[in-house]
């Protein structure tokens, strides 16, 4: 089985805080485990959030262009 989360790499960090409802802290607790048996790397789903973020961010075409958009303004 293919997920689109791949090994996780080694990063330095920023602590935030978060809410989120009980059914998506169970969704991301079962990616989490998913993920720990496709890669043979234990993960919680707290370690899993920053690199769903960033893939959900690196994906969006209308975030991406907004950004080309601002930066070009600079």
Not at 7 to 31: C, F
Not at 44 to 69: G, W
Request: aromatic residues 6%.
């Amino acid at each position: 089985m293919k997920i689109k989360l791949g090994k996780l790499p080694n990063t330095t960090n920023v602590r935030i805080t978060i809410s989120l409802p009980e059914a998506l802290k169970g969704k991301l607790d079962r990616y989490a485990q998913l993920h720990s048996q496709t890669w043979g790397q234990k993960v919680d789903a707290a370690a899993l959030i920053p690199h769903v973020l960033a893939q959900f961010l690196n994906n969006d075409r209308a975030f991406k262009q907004a950004e080309r958009a601002l930066s070009g303004k600079r």
